[in-house]
């Protein structure tokens, strides 16, 4: 049997409105929450540990996926002495950046695992801090920041003194690449932790007229622009966003003055997402940079073939197609994308063909058990389970 854990994650976003942005980092936390608290079999005590939501005078947790979340103190002090206080068995952070720092140094000796899921090099932010909306080039987009993860490094080197086990896990290993850009350093061994997708579709069934799906905040990294743009080639085609923005104003993406034929749904829940990705005939991401993107998982796993301009892991290329990378705001893409939009659309054979593969890879790569076996495994190598 296994012994018991005490697991604090550490993360910015929960997916919940209450407590921030509903991202990819959020949804992890999310999954992390719904599979432990599920099965009390896996022996798993979780408590979030908030990255930047501030505790307020009455209010230092708060509660979501059932579990407790501690709120960040205003003063370094206060966090050591709350974490200290949980007594930890095991450390997971989502990502890492700067502010997880003071959680990981307060227990220097309590082993720990970095999920990478999107490390972002000096390269790559300075890509993602140059797009640009188009027709207002004068006007830097909000949300284009990247986190300087560097400070990761001087972490690695405080757990070779302390003899403390820092290990970082990725759902995918082609991302390794990137570790000594994006934290500067590069560790001895890399894990593979899967996402767990817990997304099973019955109904798969396409709709009868045309339907593409965009799955993704509409915030300007995403550049949804392009996709609006794409459904002005494609009148006879419904172009459905599944997503809102995080921001209004300047630098926002407007979406007035929209193609007619150009669906807004806002945020969807699960079970509406599901139906709505297994109708579409394709799932259309324009974004600047991506790590291994949930969306791409969740519309294969209804067997909905990808058409993007990144390909993280080849999974676009192998399950979709890729149309290369563009830069800034992306125009110059609208050929690539309308050609590989119309070989998709008009070849029934291969949506399915693309789909099929990428269901029963999904199934087998990302799903709950293989999460469960890796996650155990990588808690018996950093010592934290008896």
């Known amino acids: 049997m296994r012994s018991r854990l005490k697991l604090g994650v550490i993360t910015d976003e929960f997916f919940d409105a209450s407590l921030g942005r509903l991202g990819g980092f959020g949804w992890a936390a999310r999954r992390l929450g719904e599979i432990f608290n599920a099965d009390a079999a896996l022996n798993v005590d979780l408590v979030y540990v908030a990255g930047e939501h501030f505790a307020t005078p009455g209010r230092s947790e708060a509660q979501v996926h059932g579990s407790r979340v501690i709120l960040r103190q205003r003063s370094r002090l206060a966090n050591v002495r709350a974490m200290q206080r949980e007594r930890f068995d095991l450390l997971m952070t989502i990502d890492y950046?700067?502010?997880?720092?003071?959680?990981?140094?307060?227990?220097?000796r309590t082993p720990a695992i970095v999920w990478v899921r999107d490390p972002r090099t000096p390269t790559d932010a300075a890509r993602i801090g140059a797009?640009?909306?188009p027709r207002a080039d004068d006007e830097v987009p909000q949300g284009l920041m990247s986190h300087d993860g560097r400070s990761l490094a001087r972490i690695a080197r405080e757990a070779t003194f302390f003899r403390r086990r820092l290990l970082l896990a990725t759902p995918t290993p082609l991302l390794v690449r990137k570790l000594d850009g994006a934290y500067g350093f590069e560790p001895w061994t890399f894990h593979h932790l899967p996402n767990p997708l817990g997304f099973a579709p019955t109904d798969r069934r396409k709709s009868v007229q045309p339907t593409v799906a965009f799955l993704a905040r509409l915030d300007p990294y995403k550049r949804p622009w392009l996709f609006a743009d794409l459904a002005r080639h494609f009148p006879e085609v419904e172009f459905r966003f599944l997503g809102q923005s995080h921001f209004t104003g300047p630098g926002a993406f407007d979406t007035s003055n929209l193609p007619p034929n150009v669906r807004l749904l806002g945020h969807v829940g699960e079970t509406e997402k599901q139906r709505l990705l297994s109708e579409a005939w394709?799932?259309?991401?324009?974004?600047i940079h991506e790590g291994l993107a949930v969306s791409f998982l969740e519309a294969l796993a209804c067997e909905t073939p990808l058409l993007s301009c990144v390909n993280?892991?080849?999974v676009v290329s192998r399950f979709g197609i890729y149309t290369g990378a563009f830069d800034g705001s992306g125009v110059e893409s609208m050929d690539a994308f309308?050609?590989?939009l119309r070989s998709l659309l008009d070849n029934a054979e291969l949506r399915a063909e693309l789909g099929a593969r990428g269901r029963a890879w999904v199934h087998s790569v990302h799903s709950v058990p293989a999460f469960v076996d890796n996650f155990e495994r990588l808690s018996?190598?950093?010592?934290?389970?008896?």
């Open 380 to 386: 018996l190598l950093a010592g934290a389970r008896r």
């Open 131 to 133: 797009v640009r909306i």
């Open 282 to 287: 394709v799932a259309i991401n324009t974004s």
């Open 338 to 340: 309308r050609a590989g």
């Open 312 to 314: 993280t892991g080849y």
């Open 97 to 108: 950046n700067l502010g997880y720092s003071v959680y990981l140094r307060a227990l220097p």
